[in-house]
């Protein structure tokens, strides 16, 4: 899909670096994928101490 953004120069420049990207698009593309990431790990946080799956990890690693 084509769009067209007016971008700070340097901040993509310095973002271009950082993702180690050869295109813009790239790094674009590597910004909104780490956006999401980091909303969906943030979601899962949520959970912290809710969720007990009752895992022997001794019976699974053979121990008992």
Same mark, same amino acid.
């Given at each position: 899909?084509?769009?067209?953004?007016?971008?700070p120069?340097d901040?993509?420049?310095?973002?271009?670096?950082?993702?180690?990207?050869?295109? *813009?698009t790239?790094?674009?593309?590597?910004?909104?994928?780490? !956006? +999401? /990431?980091? &909303?969906?790990?943030?979601?899962?946080?949520?959970? *912290?101490?809710?969720?007990?799956?009752?895992?022997?990890?001794? !019976? +699974? /690693?053979? &121990?008992?």
């Open positions: 899909m084509r769009t067209t953004l007016d971008l120069e901040l993509l420049n310095e973002a271009m670096e950082v993702a180690h990207a050869k295109t *813009k790239r790094t674009i593309t590597i910004a909104l994928q780490e !956006l +999401i /990431r980091k &909303r969906n790990i943030t979601k899962l946080k949520t959970y *912290k101490g809710k969720v007990d799956l009752k895992i022997d990890m001794d !019976l +699974i /690693r053979g &121990r008992c």
